[in-house]
Structure formats: structure tokens, C-alpha cells
């Protein structure tokens, strides 16, 4: 075969019509060959290619005669000596990590393995090519049909985290081949489903390549949620439609054609912060024998171990250029070439630590904050990792979104009914000034959600007392075990149907709460359709019906899914519901929000001191809050009052006065269906224990949305 010396840029595979250039980062190789397969199912390379070529770090050839469909990995020799850091093996066959896509996905064998044994030795010998991953060449062609970004502001999004494959596997709707896939969500009953609930994005688990654990793999278990990458570049072949390896990457950009033509945002889960290798015992896939010193980081006093602020057996080196230029490649191949609209960053104090601490000025964040096309999609980062000093919600840099922990927690534990909430709960509301008034950030800054993909599903978080993750294999001692009872009756009890039981109630409770707060909503998928894991709050592992989504035809589940719908278009329909400051109550010249107890008077000092309070009314002023359309014109709202009662009892609670104006109820967490009722101010309401309840305030009932007759 014919080989041209081709160019070191741009890295990986790249088809330019006439024949391919390969081009493969590697600081300290000492040799680089190209082996080229026939099939997936060879196993052995039918031709190596040297690399003679190369320029400084980077290692490059041109090959005239290949094409598309091309199957390909790498031997890379170099000195195999962990004890400075060093893995290289020709033994082991290394995927491409620019690889486009995936034309083999690896198969577990103890030859991927990188030492004889399990224990720190000498060097596999076993040859790895009929198991090892391998990339393909691919051509990016495809008709985007003037795809165009929705771009929706940060202040009227509502994200909806889901995964691929769970929120479509039951949907009877969808035709049995494209369940659980990129087209499955691309269909018009999911994307029905998504704007019938009012969410403006969807935020993926990951659909980067990645590999089940072993460990998992001799247990009958895979990684269903996918947090295991081994590829940053490659969309993941579980949820093609078609078998072709190309065929991952045409689906993926379908979905992202449909999403936005339906208006709808795509957010990637990215995993940066690790890689499917391991720990120093794993297999060697990709980044371990093409530079393994480069690529992670290692422990300085022994660089045959790894740093470990995961959890997972290794860290991405971020210190390093290549490596950074290896994850701003892939954001940017993301953004530009795959159309999403922002990134949800894994673990990000991981990325963001230095020599050690967290630093908000690391060249993680400043490469990203420079660069011209990533820092201007939406960027959320995971704001902790397991290391010391990881936890650093509130501290990333203007330009940042954040999944704000300490809403999740703040607002468990008010309606658990702990005392001396109300403080803290109110900042909440208000958008967490605290945590990220400070360096010009904006309530949108602060990703608002209760539950996620990572814990209890909401109708679990109401229903078990612990834990049942059994069916992991780990005798229960997997997953979280922090503010978990948040049930107040029998664990795992059935309900009558069409019944408001507490524990219903407090699903209301937390949807309510979080979509009238100031920040940016998230709703965890399945939520809204009541979807339980039966207790199991660590699910990553389940890729089975206890894992997906349901899709429910009667019953309470399509009560709350109605509830859910409503919540949202309450928010989308009130400015004083999107606002983009943070509420700061009473102040010379306005006053956007008032806190009332169930006198109806303003709280004072000493009431925000009773640890025994548990109940709050949060009158939002629609004239002191404005949005401007798009001739910037102001657009003012509706004043909305909100009644909180996290105490077990029923409370009388005073409406304030409004001279001339009537008191309409719009959403009340324990009535099963949405009719509402008028009612005059001064009056008492009625505030059961444990519920919320929504006022709108209108001039007088014929202003209402609806004959709503007066509450008895």
C-alpha cells in the first residue's frame, strides 16, 4: 500500500475525498505502526503501516488508497517501565482517542490486560488485536437541512435530564426498532412528550463510547448509565438504530435535526474526568499505552500509581497541553460538527484542580473561558469530585452554570420537616445570592433540581425509608446514603388511584417548589410519570425495566404528569417566575418579594430565628419584575403569592389585602385536579399540612382564567 509522509494536524482519521491522514499524539513513543483490519471479526491486523513520520509530538502518515469503513487501531513501542510512568506494549493494540467513531467495540480478555498477572510485573505478552477496540474512518458528510440552534435564554430554560435509551425503551408508541435509540428520542411521541411537558432542553447521560467494567461484566451487570468513556469523540453504537459503525454518527445528528426543530436544546453529559482504563491493574484500550505519563496524573512519589479524585482508578492529567487540547478538540468537534447547544462537565473539580486544590483560575477554565466557540454554549459544571476539597459549589468563574447541591439538600430538608429551615429555604427561592452573587454571576447560575440520575427517583425519595440496591451486587453498600427518609408511611405501599396521599403530595411538594424558583429548573426523567427504581438509588448498572422510563396510560402516574404540565406552563407564561436577578426583597424604591407568616404580616427577625416555623408565604410583586420582548418593550407579570407548609398540621393562613382584587388559586398540591377557586383577600385560608399552594392576583373574578367559584 502506498504512504505519503501527510501532515500532523488534525489529529485522528480524517477523509479529504481522495485517501486518509492519519495522525496520533505521543510525547515519549519511541516507534508508532497503523494497523489496518479487514472485518470486525479479524483477528489480526492485515497490514502495519510505520510511522516514520513525525513532527515533534505528533506521529503522521497518508494513505491514498483508504477509504471509509476503514477499520484501524495502533501499536505504540516505548519503554515499559511504571515505576517512571511508562506503559508502552506493541502487544496490546491502542485505539485511535480522536477516533470518530467505533468499528469495534471492545471484548473483554485478559489480554487487555496490561501485566502478566494481577499484580504489579512484568509486561503482557499476550497479543490484544482480536479483542481491542478500534476506530473507523468515517465521512462526516450529512444534509443538516439548515439546522439552526434554538438558543433559548438561560433565564427560560428548563432542563430535562434523561437517557437515551431509558426514556424510550417502553413507549409503545414508538416503533419496536427505534425504542431505546438516537431516532427513538428523535420520534415524534418523545419529542410530543417533551414539549407537552413544557422543558426547553435535554440533558443526555453520556453518549460518549464507553466500556462495562469487568467486574461488572462477570456479574451479568453492564454500565447502563455510561460513565466509563473511552472515547471522546465517538457517539455510542448502543443507541444506533443500525449496525454500520458510521451509522451511531448519523443517527446522533438526526436526533440533534429533530430535537431542534421541535425547539429543543441538546445537552451532553461529558465525562472528562476519567477514562474506562482504571487503575494501574486495568486494561490498556487507548490513552495507558499511547502515553500514559502524558495522559493522566500519576502520584509524584510513585508514578505507577494513579491519582485518584474520582472514585473510578485514574484522573485525566490537566496540566498537561495535550491533554487539554485533546478535551477542547472534542468540545469543539461537539459543538460545531455535532450541533449541541452546551455540556454538562462530570466531576468538574477534577478538571479544574492543579497541583492539588481546585483552582477557579486553572487552565481548564481558562482554555475553556478563551475559546471562541465553547465558552458561548452552556456550560453546567458537576461542582465536587470525592477528593479533599472537592466540593466547590458556588466557585466556579462567571460563564459557569452550576448543579447547585446545596438547593437539592436545602429543599430535602424542609419538606422532611427539619426546624430552622425557612432562612435557608428563602435564599433558595430567591436564586442563591449567597453562592453566586458574587463576580457579576446571575440566578442562572445556579442549575435548581431535587433528584437526578444519581440517587432515589422523586418517587422513591417519598416512598423508602433506605436503600435497595441488592440487585447490584455490592450487598447494599453502593449508592448514597445521605438525607434518605423522606417517607412518612408504609415503605413501598400501593395507593388508591386518584387519590392525593401524602406521599403524591409530596412529589407536588418538591415539582412546585422547584418550578417557582429563581435559578434555572431541572427535572430528573420519569419524574413526572412517577418512575421508581423500587428503592434502588444507584441504578447505573440496571439497563432493564427498573432502569427506564414508564409510560403510563391511566392512573395517578398520568395525574402527576398533568400537574407537571401545568407547573411549567405557570412558569412560561409569568415573568415574575423567570426572572433574571435574584430576588431581593424590600429595598428603597421596590419590593420584589415579601415573606409572609400565616398572620399574613411580613417575617421579622425573631420569626426567621424559630427553629419551630415551617410554614412561609412568598408574595412575588409582577409590577416590580419586568421582562422586555423583542423590541424591548417591558413586559409585566401577574403577582403571584406561594404557600409553603412543611409542619404536619393544617394551617390558617391570611391573604393580604389587595384593595379591589380577588385571590385566584391556581395550583394546590393535595386537590388531584386543577380547578381553581376564588378567594378574598383578608380571608383565611386553609393551608394543609405538608402542601403548597399558588395564588394569582386579579382584579376582580371575571379576570380570572376560569369560572372559579369562591372557596367555602
Not at 69 to 87: F, N, T
Not at 121 to 140: M, R
Not at 486 to 513: I, K
Request: aromatic share 10%; hydrophobic share 35%; glycine share 10%.
Amino acid at each position: 500500500m502506498r504512504a505519503w509522509p501527510g501532515s500532523p494536524f488534525p489529529l485522528g482519521a480524517t477523509w479529504d475525498g481522495s485517501g486518509v491522514n492519519f495522525a496520533l499524539f505521543s510525547e515519549h513513543a519511541t516507534k508508532v505502526e497503523l494497523c489496518l483490519f479487514d472485518s470486525a471479526e479479524a483477528t489480526s491486523e492485515s497490514l502495519c503501516v510505520p510511522l516514520v513520520d513525525h513532527t515533534d509530538t505528533i506521529w503522521h502518515v497518508y494513505l491514498p488508497d483508504v477509504r471509509p469503513g476503514q477499520l484501524y487501531g495502533y501499536r505504540v513501542y516505548g519503554p515499559w517501565s511504571p515505576l517512571e510512568g511508562h506503559r508502552f506494549n506493541p502487544a496490546k493494540v491502542l485505539l485511535d482517542p480522536y477516533t470518530r467513531a467505533i468499528g469495534r467495540p471492545p471484548r473483554w480478555h485478559k489480554s487487555l490486560l496490561g501485566y502478566e498477572d494481577t499484580s504489579d510485573g512484568p509486561a503482557s505478552t499476550l497479543d490484544s488485536a482480536p479483542y481491542a477496540a478500534l476506530g473507523v474512518v468515517t465521512d462526516h458528510a450529512f444534509e443538516w437541512l439548515g439546522d439552526r440552534p434554538p438558543r433559548t435564554p438561560w433565564h427560560k430554560t428548563v432542563i430535562y435530564e434523561t437517557h437515551v435509551k431509558g426514556m424510550t425503551a417502553l413507549n409503545e408508541r414508538i416503533a419496536p426498532s427505534l425504542r431505546g435509540t438516537y431516532l427513538g428520542l428523535a420520534s415524534e411521541p418523545a419529542i410530543a412528550h417533551l414539549k407537552n411537558l413544557g422543558v426547553t432542553a435535554v440533558e443526555l447521560m453520556p453518549i460518549h463510547e464507553h466500556v462495562d467494567e469487568w467486574r461488572l461484566v462477570k456479574a451479568g451487570l453492564v454500565n447502563y448509565w455510561g460513565y466509563n468513556t473511552l472515547a471522546f469523540f465517538a457517539p455510542d453504537h448502543r443507541f444506533a438504530a443500525g449496525q454500520s459503525p458510521a451509522q451511531a454518527m448519523r443517527d446522533f445528528k438526526t436526533m440533534v435535526r429533530a430535537l431542534h426543530q421541535a425547539g429543543l436544546e441538546v445537552i451532553l453529559d461529558v465525562v472528562y474526568n476519567h477514562t474506562a482504563e482504571s487503575d494501574h491493574l486495568g486494561p490498556s484500550l487507548s490513552f495507558r499505552g499511547i502515553d500514559n505519563r502524558t495522559y493522566y496524573r500519576l502520584e509524584p512519589g510513585d508514578p505507577s500509581r494513579y491519582k485518584d479524585y474520582t472514585g473510578t482508578g485514574n484522573t485525566l492529567n490537566m496540566q498537561s497541553p495535550a491533554v487539554l487540547r485533546l478535551l477542547m478538540d472534542s468540545l469543539r468537534y461537539w459543538a460545531q460538527e455535532m450541533h449541541v447547544d452546551g455540556f454538562r462537565f462530570d466531576l468538574a473539580s477534577a478538571l479544574a484542580r492543579e497541583l492539588h486544590a481546585v483552582n477557579r483560575l486553572s487552565a481548564f477554565l481558562n482554555v475553556i473561558g478563551q475559546d471562541p466557540i465553547v465558552s458561548r454554549v452552556k456550560l453546567i459544571a458537576e461542582p465536587w469530585d470525592v477528593g479533599e476539597g472537592g466540593y466547590q459549589v458556588g466557585n466556579f468563574p462567571p460563564g459557569w452554570t452550576e448543579w447547585n447541591g446545596r438547593y437539592r439538600d436545602a429543599i430535602r430538608r424542609f419538606w422532611r420537616g427539619d426546624e430552622g429551615m425557612l432562612p435557608e429555604l428563602a435564599t433558595r427561592l430567591s436564586g442563591s445570592s449567597d453562592l453566586y452573587g458574587l463576580y457579576g454571576r446571575l440566578p442562572h447560575a445556579s442549575v435548581n433540581f431535587v433528584t437526578s440520575h444519581d440517587g432515589f427517583t422523586l418517587a422513591d425519595l417519598v416512598s423508602y425509608v433506605d436503600k435497595h440496591n441488592e440487585a447490584n451486587g455490592e450487598g447494599n453498600r453502593d449508592g448514597d446514603s445521605h438525607n434518605l427518609s423522606m417517607n412518612f408511611g408504609v415503605e413501598g405501599a400501593t395507593v388508591d388511584p386518584g387519590v392525593v396521599t401524602l406521599r403524591h403530595r409530596q412529589e407536588r411538594n418538591f415539582l412546585t417548589t422547584l418550578l417557582v424558583s429563581v435559578g434555572v429548573p431541572m427535572l430528573s426523567g420519569g419524574d413526572e410519570v412517577g418512575r421508581t427504581q423500587d428503592g434502588n438509588n444507584n441504578g447505573y448498572c440496571q439497563d432493564s425495566p427498573l432502569s427506564w422510563t414508564p409510560w403510563p396510560t391511566e392512573g395517578p402516574q398520568l395525574e402527576l404528569l398533568a400537574f407537571v404540565q401545568r407547573l411549567t406552563a405557570l412558569r412560561a407564561s409569568q415573568p415574575v417566575l423567570r426572572r433574571k436577578t435574584f430576588l431581593s426583597g424590600r429595598r428603597p424604591g421596590a419590593t420584589d418579594v415579601l415573606w409572609l407568616g400565616p398572620d399574613g404580616n411580613e417575617l421579622a427577625g425573631d420569626d426567621w430565628r424559630d427553629p419551630e416555623r415551617r410554614t412561609m408565604g412568598m408574595l412575588l410583586d409582577g409590577n416590580a419584575i419586568l421582562e422586555r420582548d423583542e423590541r424591548g418593550e417591558p413586559i409585566s407579570g401577574d403577582t403571584l403569592l406561594t404557600l409553603f407548609n412543611a409542619s404536619a398540621a393544617a394551617v390558617s393562613f391570611v391573604l393580604p389585602v389587595r384593595t379591589g382584587s380577588v385571590w385566584e388559586c391556581l395550583v394546590d398540591t393535595t386537590a388531584s385536579t386543577g380547578q381553581p377557586w376564588m378567594v378574598k383577600p383578608s380571608a383565611e385560608w386553609r393551608l394543609e399540612g405538608r402542601s403548597v399552594v399558588i395564588f394569582r392576583l386579579v382584579a376582580d373574578a371575571r379576570d380570572s382564567t376560569a369560572t372559579a367559584p369562591t372557596r367555602p
